[in-house]
């Protein structure tokens, strides 16, 4: 059976460090990996896909890297903002769902 | 463009009694899938929908049944719902079942006493 594991479960950090949020796995048979940032009663924003065949995938100050071989993701956030203060959360496709970690909580304090 | 959305947004049911959450998408998308949501908790799938007119089981289908009506919308039904279903609900959707992004939709809060 899958399990995904996020660390830290939450985190909180100034305006404008640089942080990175884990994800692992214990399988490595996944073939895509998601990560997904949720604000409070909202629904999840998709914010980095990337497929079996990638090692990383960059938007703006978001770089996500799989590394498949050891069961690991990260998420790096540079110049943090208080708005990316969100619950951060990654999927991965196995046996053909998508199975989430629980998320981190992020809060970056101006 | 809407996306997916959701309707309700929130309820609150009495033990044993039944309601229907209903799913629309305007993305011209194949797949749809319910998820609940526990705090603290990642998502777990309930059922999904790979294509119009087929259904399987999720992770956590019991007290759950659903109907891909069309191409546009999944509805998800609790029969005789219970304190345990107590969750949050969300819809999603994507162009293919193995695997592209997946859009959600706000989320429907439910209250079961």
């Known amino acids: 059976k899958q399990e995904v594991t996020q660390i830290p479960a939450a985190l909180s950090v100034p305006e404008g460090e640089n942080l990175v949020l884990n994800c692992s796995f214990t399988d490595s048979a996944i073939y895509n990996l998601q990560w997904f940032r949720q604000d409070p009663g909202k629904g999840l924003t998709s914010l980095l896909l990337i497929q079996s065949s990638q090692r990383e995938q960059t938007s703006g100050r978001l770089n996500a890297s799989l590394d498949k071989s050891s069961g690991r993701s990260t998420l790096y956030i540079a110049a943090s903002q208080p708005g990316d203060s969100a619950t951060y959360l990654c999927a991965l496709e196995y046996g053909n769902k998508l199975v989430f970690g629980a998320g981190t909580i992020l809060r970056v304090k101006s | 463009n809407a996306g997916v959305t959701q309707t309700p947004k929130f309820q609150v049911l009495k033990t044993g009694q039944s309601m229907t959450l209903q799913c629309a998408q305007d993305m011209n998308h194949n797949s749809m899938y319910w998820y609940q949501q526990d705090p603290g908790m990642g998502l777990r799938l309930i059922y999904y929908?790979?294509?119009?007119?087929?259904?399987d089981k999720g992770e956590v289908p019991n007290g759950y049944n659903v109907s891909r009506l069309n191409k546009r919308e999944f509805s998800l039904r609790l029969e005789s719902a219970a304190p345990s279903q107590t969750s949050v609900y969300f819809c999603?959707?994507?162009?293919?079942?193995?695997?592209?992004?997946?859009?959600f939709g706000p989320g429907t809060r439910l209250t079961v006493t």
């Open positions: 929908s790979a294509s119009e007119g087929t259904t």
């Open positions: 999603a959707s994507s162009q293919e079942r193995d695997f592209y992004e997946q859009y």
